[in-house]
């Protein structure tokens, strides 16, 4: 039988997202694959983009996407559940989409799918007698807090506690959101709730993260001295010792490793120190999801390489634009309350409250990047390089991963 891959015109990269799915320990046990060709930004044929993107997937370098510890939901719609696809039963969910009619020939091919090792799972979901019919063979039943009130989600979660399912609240924001999902005895939350600060009644920080915006003062600040840093730097052996892992990774033709703080700033200058000691100083903050700091990563490596490929934004002014994107959720503080305990100019700080100005642009679409929100990416592909972006996007993934492995 041929196959989507097949019929393929071309093997033409498809630009995907992924959205982080966590467990109830908050790590993250997979993905959602959202996808739109690279040819244009905007909707084309559920069949043929499901095709692309798995053929992307196999033959991408994208490492988290070959990580076995990961699942993969891939959505599908009636074409896609009718047709063969190339996907490893281990690792990829097929996730039923909501506007899939459910007919005699679409259950027959999720029996067929569940007789393979396939896991299935429904899409913004909601009980009604078409949609039972699948339930016998469901694994995770998607529920859209965006979509539904807090008692209708009640009653679903109460209707569903029948059947041997999985349930993921999708859409989840906000930590209000998030806070009813726990409590509802949801299984995985999906949305970019944990880029929120936690905000309570109770405003006193914890000690590391005072320490922490005290650190991020004397590194923002553009007066600031190599002495004054080393010093900084002495006082925290356990900082030191990554600061220095991370300097010998950035080597190249030096045969001779770094083995001092002296070294580094040297070799590697204030600006690029500056950046390095900012991102170790967050993996203290050992309260958040270790996902945070890979979006917080993600963001600044990708900001500071968009920065570079037009030419003019100064990167390192974009590095720290990226990096103080989610810093709020890092502090549970709001953002305008946090930037105003630190020396940043005026563009600087509109950017990121206001996402005015250039950079506050390019802010706002490199996040419309990382959430897949292709109808918002539009209203930009006239004014910048979307693919080059999107392909200066994924080379900031594999370097965000590499300095994880590294700052744990």
Request: charged share 20%.
């Amino acid at each position: 039988m041929t196959s989507q891959l097949d019929s393929q015109p071309s093997l033409t990269p498809a630009i995907y997202a992924k959205q982080p799915i966590f467990d109830q320990q908050m790590a993250v046990m997979g993905f959602e694959l959202l996808f739109r060709p690279s040819d244009k930004i905007g909707l084309i044929d559920d069949q043929a983009a499901t095709a692309q993107v798995i053929l992307n997937a196999m033959t991408s370098d994208d490492q988290v996407l070959a990580d076995p510890r990961y699942k993969f939901f891939i959505n599908h719609s009636t074409e896609c559940l009718l047709q063969p696809l190339p996907l490893d039963a281990s690792t990829a969910i097929v996730e039923i989409l909501e506007t899939v009619t459910v007919t005699p020939a679409v259950i027959a091919a999720v029996q067929n799918l569940k007789m393979q090792g396939y896991q299935i799972a429904l899409d913004d979901f909601d009980m009604t007698l078409s949609t039972a019919k699948l339930l016998p063979w469901a694994d995770i039943i998607k529920i859209d807090f965006q979509a539904l009130d807090e008692d209708k989600i009640a009653l679903l979660v109460g209707e569903l506690a029948q059947y041997s399912v999985k349930l993921l609240a999708e859409k989840i924001e906000t930590q209000g959101h998030f806070q009813l999902a726990e409590s509802l005895g949801f299984d995985y939350y999906q949305g970019y709730f944990f880029c929120r600060p936690q905000l309570t009644h109770q405003r006193l920080a914890r000690p590391s993260k005072i320490s922490t915006l005290q650190l991020l003062r004397a590194l923002m600040d553009p007066e600031v001295r190599l002495e004054t840093l080393a010093a900084i730097l002495k006082n925290d052996p356990v900082l030191t010792v990554k600061l220095l892992r991370l300097a010998n990774l950035g080597i190249h033709v030096r045969i001779t490793p770094i083995r001092n703080i002296e070294q580094a700033l040297v070799v590697f200058g204030l600006d690029k120190l500056r950046q390095w000691v900012s991102l170790i100083a967050l993996t203290d903050l050992d309260d958040k999801p270790h996902e945070l700091l890979r979006q917080t990563l993600l963001r600044a490596i990708a900001l500071e390489r968009f920065g570079q490929f037009l030419g003019s934004f100064p990167a390192g002014e974009c590095f720290f634009i990226g990096f103080l994107s989610v810093i709020d959720a890092f502090l549970d503080r709001p953002l305008d309350e946090v930037l105003a305990n630190l020396p940043l100019d005026t563009n600087t700080r509109a950017a990121l409250i206001e996402r005015a100005g250039p950079a506050g642009e390019l802010l706002t679409l490199l996040q419309y990047m990382i959430e897949g929100r292709w109808d918002h990416l539009t209203a930009f592909q006239d004014s910048y390089p979307l693919h080059d972006f999107f392909r200066l996007f994924l080379v900031s993934e594999t370097e965000a991963e590499q300095l994880l492995a590294l700052l744990n």
